[in-house]
């Protein structure tokens, strides 16, 4: 099956500076990559997507590429904002299914 | 519209007994599934239902079951539970037919086994 890795576990920022959360896949037949935002106690909440026939993505402060040759893709964070803090998780989906990474915890200092 | 909705909240159990998760979605979607969440270690898949009458096993499927009750519901059931079972649960519905699209997650049921 699918198997998903994610780096960094944990990212400390400062407000206003960029995070970059990076994550390998192993499936080749995988076709669609989504990105969560999990706050503390909360339910995760799709923030972005991209599927394998596009390269970058972007949606205000936040892009995603992916590399489908390397089997990576990247989520972007710009002008970072403490509101940003949470656990991110990766995800690629090849059929039925959907399987996630471990999570990056994000810190933006004010 | 409510969703993807989740019953109990919280749940904490004694080693040997059981319980079913229930799980509703009312935005038509074909697809449900259900995930436990570790510290450090993710969302893992349990099980799930591509659509009404079908279900599979995901990574983690030992020690579950799952029904497929109707388009709307899925439930996931611990005949026994036991200690490893600790974790919280989430159920995801996707409304996938022949391209996937992003899950919409319920508020989770925190389980705690005794």
């Known amino acids: 099956g699918e198997n998903v890795e994610q780096h960094p576990s944990t990212l400390s920022v400062q407000e206003g500076d960029s995070a970059v959360i990076k994550c390998t896949y192993s499936?080749?037949?995988?076709?669609?990559f989504p990105w969560y935002k999990q706050e503390l106690g909360k339910r995760p909440q799709l923030i972005i997507d991209?599927?394998?026939?596009?390269g970058e993505k972007k949606d205000q402060r936040i892009a995603v590429t992916l590399n489908k040759t390397a089997k990576h893709f990247s989520l972007h964070i710009t002008e970072t904002q403490p509101e940003d803090s949470a656990v991110y998780f990766c995800a690629a989906s090849p059929s039925n299914d959907m399987r996630f990474g471990a999570g990056t915890r994000l810190t933006v200092k004010p | 519209n409510a969703g993807v909705t989740q019953t109990p909240k919280f749940q904490v159990l004694k080693t040997g007994q059981s319980m079913t998760l229930q799980c509703a979605q009312d935005?038509?979607?074909?697809?449900m599934y259900w995930y436990r969440q570790d510290p450090g270690m993710g969302l893992r898949l349990i099980y799930y239902?591509?659509?009404?009458?079908?279900?599979d096993k995901g990574e983690v499927p030992n020690g579950y079951n799952v029904s497929r009750l109707n388009k709307r519901e899925f439930s996931l059931r611990l005949e026994s539970a036991a200690p490893s079972q600790t974790s919280v649960y989430f159920c995801?519905?996707?409304?996938?037919?022949?391209?996937?699209?992003?899950?919409?997650f319920g508020s989770g049921t925190r389980l705690t086994v005794v």
């Open positions: 995801a519905s996707s409304v996938k037919r022949t391209a996937n699209y992003g899950y919409t």
């Open positions: 991209i599927r394998s026939n596009v």
């Open positions: 239902s591509a659509s009404e009458g079908t279900t």
């Open positions: 935005m038509n979607h074909n697809s």
């Open positions: 499936d080749s037949a995988s076709n669609y």
